[in-house]
């Protein structure tokens, strides 16, 4: 599956973005959002089911952020509200057919991510 993701800018603290990831094919995938900091790993931040039934988020995004699917459109969602200059990054998607995960290991499939950047 090709993954390809969007929506990435500039924005305030305070504020809200919407990314998007679409995909070749959904069906069967869960999909994953982790995000990588200048000189710092990458991480988990959270993931959605293939039914859209199921989602898991890292607990510094818990109540702040949400990942939605639409499975006739192939895409993904991450929407990022009351974003901090700490949620700045490159925001990766990621799949993986049949599991689920928070590790870098657990998915296959990156799209090429998109950069969040929020200033104080």
């Known amino acids: 599956v090709q993954l390809q993701a969007s929506g990435g800018g500039l924005v305030q603290a305070g504020g809200s973005l919407r990314l998007s990831c679409a995909a070749s094919?959904?069906?069967?995938?869960?999909m994953a959002w982790f995000r990588q900091a200048p000189g710092k790993e990458r991480e988990f931040v959270g993931y959605?089911?293939?039914?859209?039934?199921?989602?898991y988020y890292a607990d510094f995004v818990k109540g702040r952020f949400a990942i939605s699917r639409n499975n006739a459109k192939n895409t993904v969602y991450l929407q990022m509200n009351s974003l901090k200059p700490e949620d700045t990054a490159v925001y990766y998607c990621?799949?993986?057919?049949?599991?689920?995960?928070?590790?870098?290991?657990?998915?296959?499939?990156w799209g090429q991510g998109t950069q969040v950047t929020v200033s104080s």
């Open positions: 990621a799949a993986q057919r049949s599991r689920t995960g928070v590790s870098v290991n657990d998915y296959g499939y």
């Open positions: 959605i089911g293939y039914s859209g039934g199921t989602a």
């Open positions: 094919k959904h069906n069967f995938y869960t």
